[in-house]
């Protein structure tokens, strides 16, 4: 069965500082990972997906991932917070090679840029 | 591209009550998932239909039911409304099993 921790339900930064929300997942085959934002009052929306190709993923908004097989991590960075960068983080993961098509998402990480 | 459209986007029943709610996809996918959103809970999947069949369901009860027609629109349907049905109703398109699921804006339902 597949799960995902998100450690840290809110985070804070400074304008301009390093984000780094952490993500670890558990799969009994290997996964595809997502990460997704959430600004209030709005769906979902992709900043980027692993999918078994390139272990280093860049999404949009100057966002990026790096899948780590050893230690089950698929952490979201950000070298410079910017204030519109406040909003919730999701990790997500289906089962790869599976044909099931059902996200499993984590408990998700409210991202406070101060400015 | 349009992107995915659901309508209502707020509503409020009493308890006890029955609620449907609409998906439209994006134009050409054919994968349409649900989503429930609770701050208790999280996000937790409710089903996914495919070419109109039922491809893969969570844990829900049978209250929550689903169905997609030939033009890939999608409906969900809650029957005898619970308070705990409160919640941010969202539907994700995709174009295949493990693409990226595209989310619309969601359904926020109030059951007083």
């Known amino acids: 069965a597949q799960s995902v921790t998100q450690l840290g339900s809110h985070v804070s930064v400074s304008e301009g500082a390093l984000v780094l929300l952490r993500c670890n997942y558990s799969s009994s085959v290997p996964p595809y990972l997502f990460w997704y934002v959430q600004y209030p009052n709005q769906g979902l929306q992709l900043l980027l997906k692993y999918t078994s190709a390139a272990t280093l993923v860049k999404g949009i908004n100057g966002f990026e991932a790096e899948f780590k097989k050893s230690e089950t991590s698929f952490h979201l960075t950000k070298p410079s917070a910017h204030m519109s960068d406040a909003a919730e983080y999701f990790c997500a993961v289906i089962e790869g090679q599976t044909g099931a098509n059902n996200l499993f998402f984590g408990t998700g990480t409210r991202l406070t840029v101060i400015p | 591209k349009a992107g995915v459209t659901q309508t209502p986007r707020y509503l409020i029943k009493t308890r006890g009550q029955q609620v449907t709610l609409s998906c439209s996809p994006i134009?050409?996918?054919?994968?349409v998932s649900w989503y429930q959103q609770t701050p208790g809970q999280g996000l937790q999947f409710l089903f996914e239909y495919f070419s109109e069949t039922q491809r893969n369901k969570g844990n829900f009860p049978g209250r929550f039911s689903g169905r997609q027609f030939s033009n890939s629109r999608s409906e969900m349907n809650v029957s005898t409304l619970e308070l705990g049905d409160s919640a941010l109703y969202l539907c994700?398109?995709?174009?295949?099993?493990?693409?990226?699921?595209?989310f619309g804006p969601g359904t926020r339902l109030t059951v007083l």
């Open positions: 134009s050409g996918h054919r994968s």
């Open positions: 994700a398109s995709s174009l295949a099993v493990a693409n990226e699921q595209f």
